[in-house]
């Protein structure tokens, strides 16, 4: 079956489509001509279908024209996080200590 873009694009911008056609649609699917005359219009699919995100339309979204810049450098980044865990590792190593002089301690204590 040939069926070119444009062809496709006017049966879908009708809302009713012929026995005749539902049947071209599911013979170059592949599937039964039952299942696309069932199929339920989705209206979270109609609504992202019917949106367009281009400068020329702005309904109802917010459009920035300007650059966008991300100003965190994912290098600057880890070098903070790696700060971060040396000097929590820093601690860790000082309380291991602290808890060792301790037991050292109550260990002599108990001599």
Known sequence: MELSQA????????????????????KALNVAHELIKEVEEDQVTLIIENNTFDKGCMAGIYYNDGDIHNNSDPIEQILELNKEKTALFELMLELEKEKSALLEKLLEDRK
């Open 7 to 26: 062809l496709i694009f006017t049966y879908e911008q009708r809302k009713v489509l012929n026995d005749d056609v539902i049947e071209r649609f599911a």
